[in-house]
């Protein structure tokens, strides 16, 4: 293999976690955006919002062909393959959080044509808050390569459960109270759901963040990470 050979294949690996960084930022500003324009009925961002989304899904399918194309041409091996792979499963949980964003958004603009809702409309703003903490904080995790920040995230997917269970019961309780704000409270159910989802989605983005650095898979017992000493990653599921 060539030096211009070798530069090529590191500057098209190098490229890869660069634009999922990219798409990710994209995501986080629409997570956030959806959830200011159902705060504050603010028809123009809920539109912009929506409308965003393309870009997304576009980024998505760049991100996927050229992987694709590093691994026919380039055929990577350990931790270039990791990187490779791990790059389109965050573009797809990134574009399917740009998606939920989107959903969000699109029933915000439905409800600003109706009466406001100010308190329950402030319990999926603080949800809406969190989950976009937990996402900032996974991306975060993911551009600076640190694993003890995306498990921190992983660990606390159970805070998002929480609100959302909070948030259903207290729609529930307005729905029975006042059948007039079923339609409205319906509404705000979907929103409250779709924040649950990209939560699952930070949790995700946490577990390929995990994957990428230790070539190792988590799921059921809780991951411990200590730089010092590999006997600290399990070596599967299992041995956690």
């Known amino acids: 293999m060539t030096q211009h050979t070798v530069k090529a294949y590191g500057d098209e690996l190098d490229?890869?976690?660069?634009?999922?960084?990219?798409?990710?930022?994209?995501?986080?500003?629409?997570?956030?955006?959806?959830?200011?324009?159902v705060a504050r009925r603010d028809v123009a961002l809920g539109r912009s919002v929506v409308e965003r989304d393309a870009k997304l899904d576009g980024l998505q399918r760049e991100i996927e062909k050229k992987a694709i194309r590093l691994i026919a041409l380039r055929q990577p091996v350990a931790s270039d393959l990791r990187r490779t792979l791990?790059?389109?499963?965050?573009?797809?949980?990134?574009?399917?959080?740009?998606?939920?964003?989107?959903?969000?958004?699109?029933?915000?603009?439905?409800?600003?044509?109706?009466?406001?809702?100010?308190?329950?409309?402030?319990?999926?703003?603080?949800?809406?808050?969190?989950?976009?903490?937990?996402?900032?904080?996974?991306?975060?995790?993911?551009?600076?390569?640190?694993?003890?920040?995306?498990?921190?995230?992983?660990?606390?997917?159970?805070?998002?459960?929480?609100?959302?269970?909070a948030l259903f019961r207290e729609l529930l309780t307005y729905m029975m109270g006042d059948p007039r704000t079923i339609g409205a409270c319906t509404h705000l159910l979907f929103m409250a759901k779709n924040l649950e989802r990209i939560g699952d989605h930070a949790t995700n983005i946490a577990e390929t963040i995990y994957y990428e650095i230790t070539g190792q898979e988590f799921s059921g017992e809780r991951p411990r990470w200590n730089p010092d000493t590999a006997e600290d990653i399990p070596e599967s599921p299992t041995d956690a």
Do not use: C, F
């Open 15 to 37: 490229q890869l976690p660069a634009e999922v960084a990219r798409m990710g930022g994209l995501a986080e500003a629409q997570v956030a955006d959806a959830i200011d324009s």
């Open 86 to 165: 791990s790059s389109m499963k965050l573009a797809t949980d990134l574009e399917r959080t740009g998606d939920l964003a989107k959903n969000i958004a699109k029933r915000g603009l439905i409800l600003a044509e109706g009466e406001p809702m100010q308190p329950l409309t402030r319990s999926i703003e603080r949800m809406g808050k969190l989950v976009s903490m937990r996402l900032r904080d996974v991306l975060d995790a993911y551009a600076a390569g640190e694993i003890d920040r995306a498990v921190a995230v992983w660990n606390t997917d159970d805070e998002v459960d929480e609100h959302y269970n």
